[in-house]
């Protein structure tokens, strides 16, 4: 019985079409080896003599990630998180604001964090994110809990 279920997991197919052959092993396997041998041209920390020409400084895709790469997927799945975060602050900011006379909300930053500390433990970045945005403003370079809790911060946008 156990034999019979190691044969039934593990069938070999290919005898039966009869798809394999040494030419075409042979042919895959070179394609391999050389797309490997190129890439290790590329990479700097290979032993390979022969490293790609590196982009300088002013030249497009400089200080950028390969397109498609993992690095670059990376990348856009960090933006795209940040600008959810981002855009629930607001959000928050608008509910429990206050508008002002000139309809911009504004919130003190003690009442904002002790609403928002329930939902994310990194606003003081995120704040920082939607300033270099221009989507919030509030006064100083960084906000502390307790010593800044009178500061308001107001929702631009």
Known sequence: MEQEDAQVQHPDTRAETGNVSVKGLTQ??????TDHCENQKKNPFSNGTATAPQIQRGQEGYGRPLEGSKTDQRGKAAHWHISKEVTELCQVIKEIGECRDDGRPVVHFGTLFERYVNISDKLV??????RKQGLVQFEG???????????????MK
């Open 28 to 33: 895959n396997w070179q394609k391999w080896s």
């Open 141 to 155: 370079e960084m906000l502390w809990q307790g010593r800044d809790d009178g500061v308001l911060i107001t929702l």
């Open 125 to 130: 970045g995120v704040l920082l994110r939607a």
